[in-house]
């Protein structure tokens, strides 16, 4: 049995205190773009979609926005996520 995931839903992600002592030792900047919040250490994700397969215990969340590293004049967006 296959159940649709709705839209607008929220995922929260801890960004670890190992990945920001990171980030601060190598000077990155982390944000969020689209709809993506970082707040106190927690980035979250608009929900777009995704469907929960029951009889194999499968689970697919599709959200929207991403994060944006930067660092000097570099800058790398991370878009896409498909949590499993």
């Known amino acids: 049995?296959?159940?649709s995931i709705?839209?607008?839903g929220l995922t929260s992600v801890i960004l670890g205190t190992e990945l920001v002592n990171a980030?601060?030792?190598?000077s990155v900047q982390a944000g969020g773009f689209g709809n993506t919040r970082i707040q106190?250490?927690?980035a979250s994700f608009v929900t777009t979609g995704g469907a929960v397969d029951l009889d194999r215990t499968k689970v697919e969340i599709i959200h929207s926005g991403g994060l944006t590293l930067r660092a000097g004049s570099a800058k790398v967006n991370l878009?896409?996520?498909?949590i499993l």
């Open 40 to 42: 106190n250490g927690i």
């Open 23 to 26: 980030f601060d030792t190598l």
């Open 79 to 82: 878009t896409d996520f498909v």
């Open 6 to 8: 709705s839209r607008n």
């Open 1 to 3: 049995m296959i159940t």
